[in-house]
């Protein structure tokens, strides 16, 4: 769980995550250099915490949380993010997914729940998951998600090669799977109202983010990755 200045929203999200996964899993929290109390409510809650000196990004958060993982033999991550978004519901059903990808992404606009944009950001994503099939030959309709569940091959690519830069961590990192030879798919999920925080929106914004975007998926078609073996 990456969380940067998320004080408001992560103590709840942190209880509601151990309560549906705590027989089955561990609540890593990586403070991306909050300046606000996110590490002390997060290890309040339960979860174990990582805590960054330096602000990195969602990418430079997840990559640390990756090398725990790889470092400590677990079998699959989920990304939660820590506003409250993501339902932990799901979580199982990522995780079972993940019998037939090394890559599972929680899709909000795949059928589940009643998640909508609108304007220049629809148009933006909608560009996204046009280019990303092109770029994949996967069919994706939601490549900006952030709530995902890896596999042991996806944990030990993104462990050395989670993009830090701006939307890195999301269309950059499925370009990034694709070409090291991950199976990507994707579960419709339903999201929710952020609990804290303040979300990124307007046109002028939504133009930069396609801007980024664009960048990221450049970067990621020329940035060298090797192939991942299956798991042993």
Known sequence: MPAFNEAESVAAVVAEVLAETSDFADCLVIDDGSRDETS???RLAGAMVARLPHNLGVGGALRTGFVYARDQGYGAVVQVDA?????????????????DSDLVIGARFAGDGEYEVAGPRKWAMQFLATTIRAM??????????GFKAAGPRAIRLFADNMPAEYLGDTVEALVIAARAGCRISQLPVAMRTRLGGQPSSGPLRSTKYLARAV???????IRPVEKQGATP
Do not use: C, F, N, W
């Open 40 to 42: 002390e409510k997060a």
């Open 136 to 145: 994949t030959g996967v069919r994706l309709t939601d490549t900006t998600s």
């Open 215 to 221: 960048m990221a998926i450049t970067i990621a078609a």
């Open 83 to 99: 506003d409250g978004q993501h339902d932990p519901r799901y979580v199982p059903q990522l995780l079972a997914a993940l019998a």
